[in-house]
């Protein structure tokens, strides 16, 4: 285990790490998950083999503290895994994020794109106020107090077991300011950041999940655009192979 400090405040951003040939390759949870748990079964396919690959648990999450004087905006996190990437000395890393951890990972690329050389995003929220069927909507309708009274409770008995493992481990305060800040999104919006980065980006869709919005403004903008069929918001869970193969850049 690794660990950087993310907040001037003696609170810490941690991650584990395999060795392997720069540059790494970075992976980022969602909302209420944890990178390894996520990620750990893709970094280790052999058509992966040899690169140096970094689990990160953003602040509020997993293993990384959860200071309650934090803010949790996407920017406050992309800055935090900043942190970690400046620590590791991981420049031009390629991130494969997931879902608020695609947002986060398109933040720190516009605010940083130092460290950032590629994105392979699956399901990222690329607009603020997404539809009240979002696990992130449906937490952030809560006030705070409520939410880290009753709500997470709640909530923890409605997502179902796999999604539940991950997010009782996440601190009940930050994920509802985490949630709160993924709902208002960014300024300018993701999806603005995303179109205007001159890196190479793929951004993976579930069939499952519908069509992507805007797609083909984001394809003109060259993002490539993938749908991978008979899965959904969890690709990494439901094709593997496919997966990892648009993370190698083999499919």
């Known amino acids: 285990m690794k660990q950087a400090e993310f907040d001037g405040k003696g609170n810490w951003v941690r991650w584990t790490e395999t060795a392997g040939d720069d540059p790494a390759r970075v992976y980022v949870h969602g909302l209420g998950a944890a990178s390894t748990v996520y990620h750990a079964h893709i970094a280790a396919r052999p058509e992966l083999a040899g690169r140096r690959s970094l689990f990160v648990d953003l602040p509020g999450h997993g293993i990384s503290d ?49 460290l950032v050389s ?29 939410y880290v009274n009753d709500g997470h409770a709640r909530v923890l008995e409605k997502v179902g077991p796999q999604w539940a493992a991950t997010m009782r481990l996440a601190d009940p305060r930050a994920l509802h300011r985490t949630a709160a800040g993924l709902f208002r999104g960014s300024n300018p919006t993701m999806r603005r ?34 749908t991978v069929p008979g899965a959904g918001h969890n690709v990494m869970f439901d094709d593997p192979a496919a997966f990892a193969a648009e993370i190698a850049g083999t499919a």
């Open 66 to 114: 959860r200071p309650e004087h934090f803010g949790y905006t996407l920017e406050d996190h992309a800055d935090a895994l900043a942190a970690a990437l400046d620590e590791a000395g991981a420049t031009d890393a390629e991130l494969i994020a997931h879902s608020m951890g695609g947002s986060v990972a398109i933040v720190l690329a516009h605010r940083r794109p130092d």
């Open 118 to 146: 590629r994105l392979v995003l699956t399901e990222a929220n690329l607009d603020p106020r997404p539809p009240v069927t979002a696990g992130s909507s449906g937490i952030a309708s809560y006030e705070e107090d409520d």
């Open 193 to 226: 950041m995303l179109e205007g980065l001159a890196i190479d980006r793929v951004y993976l869709q579930g069939a499952l999940s519908g069509e992507l919005k805007g797609r083909e403004a984001l394809e003109d903008a060259g993002v490539r655009v993938v």
